[in-house]
């Protein structure tokens, strides 16, 4: 199962045997509408705050996602999932409702593919027969506790990206239909001495180099094996600065098709995001909406998606710690019914 330093093969083949997407109404504006499952037309979906409405997120996309790969809640053994708030709190309280054994997990906006990688390899390993993965995020909520209040108005540099209001959800098996999770690799915590919470981008590039090259080199493959590569949200200027490490490091990534999630949410045209979206919802929603769509409809075969995460808190930039960053790869591959 160990393949290399950081990466593991799963040999059993788990599959995505299903997912759904929750947004706001801005997702809902962006040209991957049509790619998500609600789309709400209030930020507060009726709730009395924030951190309610983004519970309320997790929760309709979990139990979708269930839904759709035809059991119920009492026949998922194990629950995986994470958010930004402190102590995650919209993860753990929908857990609480969901009744569903949990593990709670954070890795800032890699906890998609954190929770993804993990299910896995509980499926794969066969302590668990059906896995839960998810993901959530709310604009307000990140706001609010990262950077200011969305009520005070507070003006952004260029820099600055647009955290998403999205839940995302699979159910992870070793039967029935859906993508096959082939591998993963775990990233190691990448610290370039960055300190300005407004420019995450440049912050979490060396991180997603970082690890892509780690799973090139465990797996002994190169870019062109993937018909896309997706990072997580490293936005414009993360994208940019990861185009230029990929050069500095000789990594071939002209060899395959590479996106970001945080540059194909929105459109850049008529919503203002500054250098593009970011959170735990926006990898989450892009994957399970979008990626997992066009390869059901056979666009690609074979995509890498690595979802970044800056690992800092209000205390730690507060107190002037840089900015720690991580990257967790995953790859899903069509295989067809087990």
Same mark, same amino acid.
């Given at each position: 199962?160990?393949?290399?330093?950081?990466?593991?093969?799963?040999?059993?083949?788990?599959?995505?045997?299903?997912? $759904?997407?929750?947004?706001?109404?801005?997702?809902?504006?962006?040209?991957?509408?049509?790619?998500?499952?609600?789309?709400?037309?209030?930020?507060?979906?009726?709730?009395?705050?924030?951190?309610?409405?983004?519970?309320?997120?997790?929760?309709?996309?979990?139990?979708?996602?269930?839904?759709?790969?035809?059991?119920?809640?009492?026949?998922?053994?194990?629950?995986?999932?994470?958010?930004?708030?402190?102590?995650?709190?919209?993860?753990?309280?929908?857990?609480?409702?969901? $009744?569903?054994?949990?593990?709670?997990?954070?890795?800032?906006?890699?906890?998609?593919?954190?929770?993804?990688?993990?299910?896995?390899?509980?499926?794969?390993?066969?302590?668990?027969?059906?896995?839960? $993965?998810?993901?959530?995020?709310?604009?307000?909520?990140?706001?609010?506790?990262?950077?200011?209040?969305?009520?005070?108005?507070?003006?952004?540099?260029?820099?600055?990206?647009?955290?998403?209001?999205?839940?995302?959800?699979?159910?992870?098996?070793?039967?029935?239909?859906?993508?096959?999770?082939? %591998?993963?690799?775990?990233?190691?915590?990448?610290?370039?001495?960055?300190?300005?919470?407004?420019?995450?981008?440049?912050?979490?590039?060396?991180?997603?180099?970082?690890?892509?090259?780690?799973?090139?080199?465990?797996?002994?493959?190169?870019?062109?094996?993937?018909?896309?590569?997706?990072?997580?949200?490293?936005?414009?200027?993360?994208?940019?600065?990861?185009?230029?490490?990929?050069?500095?490091?000789?990594?071939?990534?002209?060899?395959?098709?590479?996106?970001?999630?945080?540059?194909?949410?929105?459109?850049?045209?008529?919503?203002?995001?500054?250098?593009?979206? %970011?959170?735990?919802?926006?990898?989450?929603?892009?994957?399970?909406?979008?990626?997992?769509?066009?390869?059901?409809?056979?666009?690609?075969?074979?995509?890498?998606?690595?979802?970044?995460?800056?690992?800092?808190?209000?205390?730690?930039?507060?107190?002037?710690? %840089?900015?720690?960053?991580? $990257?967790?790869?995953?790859?899903?591959?069509?295989?067809?019914?087990?």
């Amino acid at each position: 199962m160990i393949k290399g330093h950081q990466s593991m093969i799963f040999e059993n083949r788990p599959r995505i045997r299903s997912a $759904a997407t929750v947004v706001g109404p801005f997702e809902g504006q962006g040209p991957l509408a049509n790619d998500f499952d609600i789309i709400h037309g209030d930020l507060m979906l009726g709730q009395d705050s924030w951190e309610k409405a983004e519970r309320v997120l997790l929760e309709e996309a979990a139990k979708i996602a269930i839904e759709n790969a035809g059991l119920t809640k009492e026949q998922i053994n194990v629950h995986i999932g994470g958010d930004l708030m402190d102590q995650i709190i919209s993860s753990s309280f929908a857990a609480r409702t969901l $009744a569903i054994p949990y593990l709670g997990v954070f890795g800032a906006c890699s906890t998609s593919m954190e929770s993804l990688a993990l299910a896995a390899m509980m499926v794969d390993s066969r302590n668990a027969k059906f896995a839960l $993965a998810s993901a959530c995020s709310h604009n307000a909520t990140a706001e609010k506790q990262f950077r200011y209040p969305t009520e005070y108005g507070s003006q952004k540099p260029p820099t600055a990206q647009f955290t998403v209001t999205g839940a995302g959800a699979s159910v992870v098996s070793l039967d029935g239909e859906g993508m096959v999770v082939t %591998s993963a690799t775990m990233g190691r915590v990448v610290d370039m001495g960055l300190t300005d919470p407004f420019n995450m981008g440049a912050a979490m590039a060396p991180a997603a180099v970082d690890t892509i090259q780690a799973h090139f080199r465990d797996l002994e493959i190169g870019p062109g094996y993937y018909d896309l590569i997706v990072t997580g949200d490293l936005a414009k200027v993360g994208y940019d600065l990861a185009l230029d490490l990929f050069d500095k490091h000789r990594i071939p990534i002209g060899q395959t098709e590479y996106s970001d999630c945080g540059l194909m949410i929105y459109d850049f045209d008529k919503q203002s995001v500054q250098a593009g979206a %970011s959170g735990c919802g926006c990898s989450a929603v892009v994957t399970y909406g979008h990626l997992l769509n066009k390869m059901r409809e056979g666009k690609w075969k074979r995509i890498l998606v690595v979802a970044t995460g800056a690992l800092l808190s209000p205390i730690s930039y507060q107190q002037g710690e %840089s900015i720690p960053c991580i $990257a967790h790869a995953v790859s899903i591959e069509n295989g067809g019914r087990a």
